[in-house]
């Protein structure tokens, strides 16, 4: 099997990241697994790709702090091989409320940790990726979401406009770095079974609207991690700048 280069998955230990990292590996690439708090995950499911034959690392680093991200990259300079990709898919989502009654923490943490910690990790990977830096080129798929487009009313729209930002610098940095060598791209998921809804405390949020689901059911973390592997893949190598709704047509 060719080696592919490493990849880091952001809040690589569960749902939609740890999909991500098992098809990476099962696809050839090492992989790099960022995580918050999940220790024990991130360790079992190392021991999953080391298991397949390919070298991993569970990194804690919080993707908001620039200190924690410059050290998770350089450790992954040390340990893996040159980076290929980047999968940002770090995110937080507080509990469902209205604007009336935000306060600025929740919104603050909201941005910290999707968008700067996103940008800030996007960052890092262009510095190496990047041709004109010494890099070979390489791939970068954010995860956004369709409450970008949707706008999440009573639910969350500090959520949904921290995925605004994400698809607005997908769009600018994959037209920044295109002659680097890297592509950027993007992927909406919409009504997916993962752990993230009991964050907001709506555990059967997905079983509740996916009446609204043209398609009639929630999607899996691995129909999204199919997407954002395939981005990833050279069969995506003239995609560039794509808002890819992962969504059943909703």
């Known amino acids: 099997m060719t080696i592919k280069g490493s990849v880091l998955v952001t809040g690589g230990s569960r749902g939609i990241g740890a999909a ?25 499911l190392a021991a999953e790709v080391i298991a397949l034959g390919r070298q991993a690392i569970p990194i804690k680093a919080d993707v908001g702090c620039e200190a924690d991200v410059t050290d998770m990259f350089n450790r992954i300079d040390k340990e893996l091989p040159p980076l290929a990709g980047l999968v940002n898919n770090a995110g937080i989502l507080f509990e469902k409320a209205r604007l009336a009654d935000f306060g600025a923490d929740r919104i603050n943490e909201t941005l910290r940790v999707n968008v700067t910690g996103s940008f800030l990790c996007a960052r890092e990977a262009v510095r190496r990726m990047s041709t004109t830096h010494g890099g070979s080129g390489g791939v970068i798929v954010n995860v956004s979401s369709a409450a970008a487009r949707i706008g999440s009313p009573n639910e969350f729209i500090d959520y949904a406009a921290s995925k605004g930002a994400i698809d607005a610098m997908t769009l600018g940095l994959s037209k ?75």
């Open 20 to 44: 991500c990292v098992r098809l990476l590996a099962r696809d050839g690439y090492d992989v790099a697994i960022n995580y918050a708090r999940s220790a024990d995950a991130a360790d079992k």
């Open 176 to 250: 920044e770095v295109a002659a680097d060598g890297i592509r950027v791209n993007a992927v909406r998921p919409g009504l997916i079974h993962t752990d993230i809804h009991a964050s907001s405390g709506q555990p059967d949020r997905v079983e509740r609207l996916q009446a609204q689901v043209p398609m009639g059911r929630g999607g899996s973390a691995e129909e999204v991690a199919e997407a954002i592997v395939w981005l990833l893949s050279p069969a995506a190598s003239y995609v560039n700048g794509l808002l890819l709704d992962v969504t059943g047509g909703r």
